[in-house]
Nanobody, 117 residues
Framework: QVHLVESGGGLVQVGGSLRLSCAFS????????MGWHRQAPGNQREMVAV???????HIADPVKGRFTISRDAAKNLLYLQMNNVNPEDTAVYFC???????????WGQGTQVTVSS
């Protein structure tokens, strides 16, 4: 079982920056693929960025060059650094984890990010 808690969401102006954090706890933490997903009103949930236990990352095209995902294994924290945001980045952002050993997935409760123009 893995528990995820996001923080850091809020209101940010166009062109600004925001850093989301996800505190994770539980078992099998060193076997987790972790990532950030987002869901805007009326849209499907979409992947934003993922990071493997080895530290390899994949960033979705809409945010490539603006968002960075990182992980502090010692502190059990996952980050999403969001730079140069635009109104299309407005969404609820979810932290997610998948255990590579058993395939189980876990989700946080989400944190709202609103970009104002």
């Amino acid at each position: 079982q893995v528990h995820l808690v996001e923080s850091g969401g809020g209101l940010v102006q166009v062109g600004g920056s925001l850093r989301l954090s996800c505190a994770f706890s539980g078992s099998g933490l060193n076997l987790l693929n972790m990532g950030w997903h987002r869901q805007a009103p009326g849209n499907q949930r979409e992947m934003v960025a993922v990071i493997t236990p080895a530290g390899n990352t994949h960033i979705a095209d809409p945010v490539k060059g603006r968002f960075t995902i990182s992980r502090d294994a010692a502190k059990n924290l996952l980050y999403l650094q969001m730079n140069n945001v635009n109104p299309e980045d407005t969404a609820v952002y979810f932290c997610a984890a998948m255990n590579l050993a058993d395939g189980k997935s876990y989700w946080g409760q989400g944190t709202q990010v609103t970009v104002s123009s």
